[in-house]
């Protein structure tokens, strides 16, 4: 590496990790205020700028706050934005039963996005280290300027001024805990959402590993996944068969929770297909919940609960992921660790998820 050892790596990641949640729900309630539009306008001029300054970085203070400050901040103000614009702008059109279906789209084009770029960033690395990062803030501002042709929705036109923002930080929290079914939902999500990040920050390359997948074999691996999720992510909802989202979230952890116990005993090729089913899962989770919360919150305070939606599931990472790496040292690596994992997924969602309420879950 050009800046340091794999500790400098760390500090980089831990760095990230900090930025992003420190900047999540105050991003949110900026978003509430000042539109969802203008928001991910400074998304992506953010993430543009910061990528480019990491392409040209000559020392390690350049590359950490670039990313820290530009890449990590602008991230910030992507999430949660997109899936509240979405909503609230299909909300004006009283078609919001489309949800499920535009969100699937949304995030089948961001997973084929990675599976093409985990590809074209590799090539672009042997023109110069940093270029795969400048071509990414080019795409980033190309997305800014795409910005300009969107429409703020007709909900979204009452805004807040800038006295009330720090009232409106609280919003989000009281959102996902004002009623006893969010109260039991964002426990619900909080907690397997923890755990999802766990299984893709960690688990899961190190299981790559000890299969004995090479960088590149890694790489295609994630590419094949990222393809194959895409598609999932289309067609699950239009196959669901009456499926609520209740079930879907539930049912896709505990199947989740089963393919990780499966995971020690199977040969290389095998886990390949059980990643795949994996990432499957996941993307069927993470529409499910995108939908459930959105139909269960306000416009005014949407951004800033799925903000704090986003805090709510990352922070257990951010503070106990080395200790998660050292669980895994302790079990005597990830074979016999994802074992144990999956039980305590399967377990733990079936307790937090006989707290939901059926009839109150959306179709």
Do not use: H
Not at 18 to 30: D, K, R
Not at 129 to 134: D, S
Not at 202 to 209: G, Y
């Amino acid at each position: 590496m050009s800046f340091g050892s794999y500790t400098t790596v760390a500090l980089l990641d831990s760095g990230a990790v900090m930025s992003s949640l420190l900047m999540e729900i105050p991003t949110g309630a900026f978003a509430d205020i000042v539109g969802k539009k203008r928001t991910l306008m400074v998304a992506f001029l953010l993430q543009g700028l910061g990528s480019i300054l990491m392409g040209f970085a000559s020392s390690f203070w350049m590359l950490a706050l670039s990313l820290w400050l530009f890449v990590c901040v602008g991230g910030a103000f992507y999430s949660g934005t997109i899936d509240a614009l979405v909503y609230d702008s299909l909300k004006a059109l009283k078609r919001e039963d489309e949800y499920d279906k535009k969100i699937s789209i949304i995030s089948a084009t961001r997973l084929w996005s990675m599976a093409a770029c985990s590809v074209l960033g590799g090539l672009a690395y042997y023109v110069f280290p940093g270029f795969p990062y400048i071509l990414n803030g080019i795409v980033c501002l190309i997305g800014l300027f795409a910005c300009f042709f969107l429409v703020e929705p007709a909900v979204d036109t009452e805004k807040y001024t800038l006295s009330t923002f720090f009232r409106q930080n609280t919003l989000g929290i009281r959102s996902l805990f004002g009623s006893g079914y969010m109260r039991r939902l964002s426990v619900f999500l909080g907690v397997t959402g923890a755990f999802t990040l766990v299984i893709y920050n960690l688990l899961d390359d190190l299981l790559a590993v000890e299969f004995g997948y090479s960088p590149m074999g890694i790489s295609i691996l994630f590419a094949i996944a990222c393809l194959v999720a895409g598609f999932a992510s289309i067609y699950v909802p239009r196959i669901r068969f009456g499926i609520n989202q209740r079930t879907l979230l539930i049912g896709s952890m505990v199947i989740m929770g089963f393919l990780l116990i499966l995971s020690p005993i199977v040969g290389m090729t095998i886990f390949g297909l059980i990643l795949f089913l994996r990432v499957i899962m996941e993307v069927v989770y993470e529409n499910a919940s995108s939908v459930i919360i959105n139909k269960n919150t306000e416009s005014r305070v949407r951004a800033t609960t799925l903000s704090s939606l986003s805090l709510l599931r990352s922070l257990p990472y951010a503070i106990g992921g080395t200790f998660a790496g050292v669980l895994v040292d302790m079990a005597g690596g990830a074979r016999t660790f994802s074992v144990w994992y999956g039980i305590a997924l399967i377990l733990l969602t079936a307790v937090f998820g006989a707290l939901l309420d059926k009839e109150k879950s959306p179709n």
